[in-house]
């Protein structure tokens, strides 16, 4: 019987045990917040513009989380979770040029809030955001990088193409082939041959062409970033101060039966809707391909150009027919000329808007 009792007894502490624990505080502490160590501002040269970028550098000791937001368009928000910005100033200087106020708040003890007020409005295409991870060699920097907003040209057209200053930016190049057809074409080839085509048109027609690359290469650096490659492009155009921007390429899509020609534009003066409008209904008809109009994009080189631009995509290089065109001379010398119709048509459609009050 004693060993009978003994047995049960134990067999009670077994199940009983578990319930003490899971009912027990944990003996686990809370992580220890990253430090934010330093803060910085410089004021590098923005690629595209030409003028001084605000770029402003958070180190810590160990990696963190952060996110920006745009609460208002004056407004940009950190939020670095995983860290303590107590041993900073609490409001710091700003270059007074892209930024009026910043400052530094620590809504709990393990994040912090950094909130620049901002001399005018931007957008998310304005500014660009890195975070080291762990094991990059400075883990827990952060770098936010700010652009300061293109002031547009002062724009005069007058009717026809003698004298105008036009720069083509064939899409893509070098170590970025673009999009890949199903027969191997390359994008990178396709906008390189049409845009020689059109500046060979422009040029006997008097206008003056600017070509971001005249060969298959990077216009930045082999395989620069994005935002570097890009802005590299647009910096071209605004270098020599053109009349306009069109950027050539052909568009890809998952379902290979997608097809037809289509133009983008980002409206940041009264003509870059026209100019994409003239370019799509010319390059359209000549091509003979499905006319997908035209659409609104927060593209780069659309946004960061000083002069009206325009993004056109002659075809689908991802529909095997469309891909057979676009890799046609004959076909590539009737979407040239169809471009430089629509640029034809822009010029004295512009040159009326000038007139009116």
């Known amino acids: 019987m004693q060993k009978l009792l003994f047995f049960l007894l134990f067999a009670l502490c077994l199940l009983y045990a578990p319930s003490v624990q899971a009912g027990m505080p944990s003996s686990k502490t809370p992580p220890v917040p990253m430090q934010l160590t330093n803060l910085r501002l410089t004021a590098p040269l923005d690629i595209a513009s030409g003028e001084n970028a605000l770029q402003l550098t958070l180190d810590a000791n160990g990696p963190v989380q952060v996110s920006a937001t745009l609460p208002q368009p004056t407004r940009l928000q950190l939020t670095i979770s995983g860290s303590s910005g107590a041993k900073l100033a609490k409001r710091l200087t700003a270059d007074g040029k892209i930024a009026k106020a910043i400052s530094l708040t620590t809504p709990t003890a393990s994040t912090t809030v950094l909130t620049l007020q901002l001399v005018k409005g931007i957008t998310a295409a304005d500014y660009r955001l890195t975070n080291q991870p762990p094991g990059a060699e400075k883990p827990g920097q952060i770098v936010l990088t700010i652009t300061k907003p293109l002031l547009p040209l002062p724009l005069v057209f007058t009717p026809g193409l003698k004298g105008k200053t036009i720069t083509l930016d064939p899409g893509h190049g070098g170590s970025d082939p673009g999009a890949v057809g199903p027969g191997k074409t390359l994008e990178k080839n396709v906008t390189l041959a049409v ?58 899509f998952s379902d290979p039966s997608v097809g037809g020609t289509g133009t983008f534009y980002f409206e940041k003066s009264p003509y870059d809707k026209l100019l994409a409008q003239t370019l799509q209904n010319s390059t359209a008809a000549a091509g003979g391909l499905d006319d997908r109009g035209i659409s609104s994009a927060n593209f780069f080189v659309l946004k960061r150009t000083r002069m009206p631009a325009a993004l056109i995509e002659l075809g689908f290089i991802s529909n095997p027919n469309e891909e057979k065109q676009l890799s046609d001379p004959a076909f590539q010398q009737k979407a040239a000329q169809g471009i430089v119709n629509g640029l034809q048509s822009f010029f004295m459609q512009a040159a009326k808007l000038n007139k009116k009050p």
Do not use: W, Y
């Open 195 to 252: 845009a020689l085509q059109v500046k060979s048109l422009l040029e006997k027609s008097g206008a003056k062409v600017i070509l971001t690359r005249q060969s298959d290469k990077d216009v930045f650096a082999v395989n620069a970033s994005a935002p570097d490659e890009l802005g590299a492009r647009a910096a071209i155009g605004n270098r020599n101060l053109s009349d306009l921007f069109v950027d050539i390429h052909a568009d890809s």
